[in-house]
């Protein structure tokens, strides 16, 4: 079945204004055209694509997901023609990739910029987004790659490696009764105010679900963006936080802290770096994918099962 795009685009259209007269004129369509484009597609897919309303039109389940196929393709197309624009001014591949707030912190930039040393060639774009955005973001075709913690959201849609793994510590002011301890469990700190990241952010989430599995709250005082704002916060005596170990040690050398161990199963994270499911990945993404995972693709079949794992070391990687 054959598809062009300014039916495709039709349909986006009248989506987004809800009015088949409307979404006609955005396309720059006459109205009788557009209903005939319309009235032919929803023929040929066998389906109802938009319910008529009073106030206008209303996308059926099927046309939800013939939307989102269009998006997709519309994102797969602007990458295409940004790519291939590239390479009028030297530049030979373009990377999108999204990762989450940890990630960035904590273990990414290093291998980014050796990644950017090796292959001057590929303009790297970052974006900070939390593991749950990031994978729709990936699966959707919006991004080439992301690096992001479990849960994996998008299994079907997602191959995913072990990347790397880090370890969450607890952060007080100085002086406080918790700093003074050697390691400390999940409990004992619910009884505090805690200074978290946004609402969606991967940890956040997952502090919440601990506190809820012990079956109390989580005192979340205040949530910010950024780990520096958390560590100015808790150096005021707002409250405590929980970030990764890696981030802690260079905060700690910025502002007045003092860093606990958790004792906590869960304390290791283990980042995952994935990539949209299909059978042959453009040549710039594997060949990142490849450098951040060297046996990425070492072997043919199926990718190694998320749990459990074990995570190479990388030559980038410089001690923290």
């Not at 955005?26 to 009788?32: S, T, V």
């Not at 912190?105 to 790297?124: G, Q, T, V």
């Not at 510590?169 to 100085?174: K, S």
Request: proline share 8%; glycine share 6%; aromatic share 6%.
């Amino acid at each position: 079945m054959r598809f062009d795009l300014v039916t495709l685009n039709l349909v986006l259209a009248i989506a987004e204004t809800r009015s088949i007269t409307r979404g006609a004129e955005r396309e720059h369509l006459a109205l009788a055209a557009a209903s005939k484009r319309l009235s032919d597609l929803e023929t040929r897919l066998g389906v109802q694509l938009f319910e008529r309303r009073a106030r206008g039109v209303e996308p059926t389940a099927a046309g939800l997901a013939l939307i989102r196929h269009i998006r997709s393709l519309h994102a797969s197309l602007h990458a295409m023609e940004e790519e291939v624009a590239e390479f009028s001014r030297g530049i030979r591949g373009h990377l999108r990739v999204v990762a989450n707030a940890s990630a960035i912190a904590e273990c990414l930039p290093p291998d980014l910029a050796a990644f950017s040393r090796a292959h001057p060639e590929i303009r790297i774009s970052l974006e900070d987004q939390t593991s749950a955005e990031l994978q729709r973001s990936v699966a959707e075709g919006a991004a080439d790659v992301g690096i992001f913690v479990p849960p994996l959201l998008e299994p079907a849609r997602l191959q995913t490696w072990p990347y790397r793994d880090g370890t969450l510590v607890l952060i007080t002011p100085a002086g406080h009764a918790l700093g003074r301890q050697a390691a400390v469990r999940f409990a004992d700190l619910l009884e505090h105010d805690f200074i978290g990241q946004h609402t969606g952010a991967a940890l956040q989430q997952m502090l919440l679900a601990q506190a809820t599995e012990l079956g109390r709250p989580l005192r979340a005082r205040m949530q910010v963006r950024g780990f520096d704002a958390i560590a100015q916060l808790v150096e005021a005596g707002l409250g405590i936080a929980l970030m990764p170990s890696a981030v802690a040690q260079r905060l700690a050398r910025l502002f007045r802290l003092e860093i606990v161990a958790l004792d906590e199963p869960w304390a290791r994270r283990d980042y995952l770096v994935g990539v949209r499911a299909q059978d042959v990945p453009p040549a710039v993404v594997r060949r990142f994918v490849e450098f951040l995972c060297p046996d990425a693709f070492a072997a043919p079949g199926p990718p190694p099962p998320v749990s459990p794992v074990s995570f190479p070391s990388h030559p980038a990687e410089t001690p923290s």
